[in-house]
């Protein structure tokens, strides 16, 4: 199905992208919010990543960390209101997911 006319090229850009990271916020979210101020970490400060924390942010989140291997897209993610740690430093596992 075409795109409308009036969608300029950078939105229609970001129409998959997004729905993918608004997709997996619905699936979540039910979980988290039962939680008091939950915390957040968001693996990869790419496009993506940087779409999560917006869209946390949106949702009036106001504890996510991020990582990545890329400290110039560590720093992107910062100058947007996340707090960056670096991989090396994160010393406990998920829940869940083995050491």
Not at 9 to 29: C, D, F, K, M
């Amino acid at each position: 199905r075409p795109i409308p006319s009036e969608f300029k090229s950078l939105n229609a850009v970001l129409i998959e992208p997004l729905a993918t990271v608004l997709h997996g916020y619905w699936r979540i979210q039910p979980p988290i919010r039962k939680e008091i101020e939950p915390k957040v970490l968001v693996f990869g400060c790419g496009m993506i990543g940087l779409l999560w924390i917006r869209v946390l942010q949106s949702e009036l989140f106001s504890h996510i960390t991020c990582t990545d291997i890329s400290l110039d897209r560590m720093l992107v993610a910062k100058q947007l209101g996340a707090s960056p740690v670096s991989i090396s430093d994160l010393t406990e596992s998920p829940v869940g997911m083995p050491p």
